[in-house]
């Protein structure tokens, strides 16, 4: 038996049931909000906004999601505990990293192996000890402990603060065995810069999640990295803005069918509130909500082949096995 953590504390992995990898309650720039709060509005309405939405899905027959919001999307995790305590049927796993498509945070800039040119030697990374006070300690004194590490690569490819980042998150994962979650451009292939870094950290690719996999039709390329051992987040389901439903369902039917239905995970990477979007932006992608999966996206993989088995691995024990903790190494 394995242990996973959650923001109400430890479950059995087996009693994971259902999970989506890659869920956000809310998606916010810190800085702005505590200085321009107008838009978020009434604290209470939006956490009991989040609740309805997530009790909806938990009644859809999803029992849990993974909710990758670290340092540069506005994790705050007491409002996630107040939102937990009242979701009884989901469990919520955060995270801990940070999401960055070029530098690191002002914050880390003179810090760690910023300084190694200044004074000769090797500096360690200050990033490594608070992921992993994170994953052993919890969050900010709040006690709830991250279950998965994140962080991200773009367009831009693997700048000094990405390559930074990642091998941070390498080494934390290291420490403590728990698993990875990383955004990636697959437009641009930056799941082969990633695997280069991570090979170098040592990293068993079969402990990270490359996620938006999805964003790309191209399943040689997406062999490419299964066949390295990553698993595969076809995690935008309904985020319809630089490709189609179709698109995304049929990479999924075409993976399946190659067989490879044992390395996939899916979710939507959506949200109750994203503060990257104008007002009304939500209206033109109609379909990025926590219940598309269920109600379109399962309906038309099965229409299209994929089996009641494939689907089950892929919501089911693909997720227990990525988020079971394997032994530090
Ligand atoms: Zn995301």
């Given amino acids: ?9 430890p479950v059995e992995s087996a009693e994971l049931g259902r999970t989506y990898m890659h869920e ?39 029992r849990s999601i993974v909710d990758p919001t670290v340092i540069g999307l506005g994790r705050y995790i007491p409002r996630v505990q107040r939102i937990a305590e009242q979701v009884p049927d989901l469990n919520i796993v955060v995270a801990t990293g ?17 300084l190694e040119a200044v004074l000769g030697e090797p500096v360690p990374d200050p990033m490594v000890d608070l992921f992993v006070g994170d994953i052993t ?11 998965m590490l994140k962080c991200a690569i773009d367009s831009q490819g693997l700048t000094a603060g990405v390559e930074r980042v990642m091998r941070a998150v390498s080494k934390a994962h290291r ?24 090979e170098d950290e040592g ?10 996999s999805g964003d790309t039709t191209d399943a040689d390329h997406l062999a490419q990295l299964a066949d390295a051992g990553f698993v595969l987040g076809m995690d935008r389901f309904g985020l319809n803005l630089e490709t189609t439903f179709e698109a995304r369902a049929d990479v999924v039917v075409e993976m399946c069918r190659r067989g490879y239905a044992g390395q996939l995970v899916l979710a939507h990477d959506t949200s109750c509130y994203i503060d990257w979007l104008a007002p009304g932006l939500r209206e033109f992608i109609p379909q990025w909500h926590y219940l598309h999966i269920q109600q379109e996206v399962l309906p038309y993989l099965r229409e299209h082949g994929v089996t009641d088995e494939q689907i089950e691995t892929m919501l089911v024990a693909n997720p227990r ?5 394997v032994a530090p190494y």
Wanted: aromatic share 6%.
């Fill in 321 to 325: 096995r990525v988020l079971e903790t």
């Fill in 175 to 198: 420490q403590t065995g728990v698993p990875i979650t990383l955004h990636t451009h697959p437009g641009s292939q930056q799941g082969l810069a990633a695997q280069r870094v991570l």
């Fill in 24 to 62: 956000h309650i809310f998606v916010l720039s810190a800085d702005v909000q505590a200085n321009y709060p107008q838009e978020w509005g009434d604290e209470d309405a939006r956490v009991a906004d989040a609740v309805q939405k997530l009790n909806e899905l938990a009644a859809s027959g999803v």
């Fill in 137 to 147: 300690d919890g969050i900010a004194g709040t006690g709830v402990r991250a279950g």
């Fill in 203 to 212: 990293v068993d690719p079969r402990h990270v999640v490359l996620g938006h």
């Fill in 1 to 9: 038996m394995s242990q996973v953590q959650t923001v109400r504390g």
């Fill in 98 to 114: 940070c999401y960055t498509y070029d530098d690191v945070p002002f914050f880390f800039h003179h810090r760690g192996p910023a």
